[in-house]
């Protein structure tokens, strides 16, 4: 079974552009999150999508937002970038939930 | 104050040695505790994943959670070169995906 996941694997953008990641789940899974993962921060939760429905969402600004499609898979959209949004974005999915969640490789987005 | 606390390490061992990895929390709500590999450049691997308290084993991995203690330890026996990667202490609560991480450990395993 193929695994989660991510494109692009890298992006290069500018302050104030925005950018669309694409996260494909396992097959069968319908919870989908996404994290974003810097050398300060850790991994910090961004927000969590279960049937197209945004279930749950981190401390992130209104700059950083996603959505679900009838198929499971997600997107996650940021807007008018800044510098300190450079970082690893990593998406999650799980078959509901409260399963186990694998992780796709990520998107290491750099913001210059 | 955080709420996972984990030593980032950096840990190096000889191969062959037992590792101990731990983490503390302050979240009496966490119900759910996860270990993670993560390589460098990679995304994180799922290790083992358990319920409230107790041990769970898998080959050369045992989990331990004492939820008491707000107390999560991973141990690795007889452990190699390839175990060489940060790992990473996951939880969450009853309800939803939301998981909380620590900061990571880093471990070399030396040949």
């Known amino acids: 079974k193929a695994g989660v996941t991510q494109t692009p694997r890298y992006l290069i953008k500018t302050r104030g552009q925005q950018v669309t990641l694409s996260c494909s789940p396992i097959?069968?899974?319908?919870?989908v999150s996404w994290y974003q993962q810097t050398p300060g921060q850790g991994l910090q939760f961004l927000f969590e999508?279960?049937?197209?429905?945004?279930?749950n969402k981190g401390n992130f600004p209104g700059r950083f937002s996603g959505r679900q499609f009838s198929n499971s898979r997600s997107e996650m959209n940021v807007s008018t970038l800044e510098l300190g949004d450079s970082a690893l974005y990593l998406c999650?999915?799980?078959?509901?939930?409260?399963?186990?969640?694998?992780f796709g490789p990520g998107t290491r987005l750099t913001v210059l | 104050q955080k709420e996972v606390e984990q030593d980032p390490g950096p840990l190096s061992v000889p191969e062959g040695a037992i590792v101990s990895l731990n983490c503390t929390y302050s979240?009496?709500?966490?119900?759910?505790f996860m270990w993670y590999r993560q390589y460098s450049r990679k995304g994180p691997e799922l290790l083992m994943y358990?319920?409230?308290?107790g041990n769970k084993e898998d080959g050369r991995f045992t989990a331990q959670v004492d939820k008491s203690s707000k107390y999560i330890s991973l141990f690795i026996r007889d452990s190699q070169p390839s175990d060489s990667a940060t790992y990473l202490c996951?939880?969450?609560?009853?309800?939803?995906?939301?998981?909380?991480f620590g900061e990571g450990t880093q471990l070399t395993v030396n040949p």
């Open positions: 097959s069968g899974h319908r919870s």
């Open positions: 996951a939880m969450k609560e009853t309800s939803g995906s939301r998981l909380t």
């Open positions: 999650a999915s799980s078959l509901a939930p409260l399963n186990e969640q694998f």
């Open positions: 999508y279960f049937s197209e429905t945004q279930r």
């Open positions: 358990t319920y409230s308290s």
């Open positions: 979240n009496s709500a966490f119900q759910y």
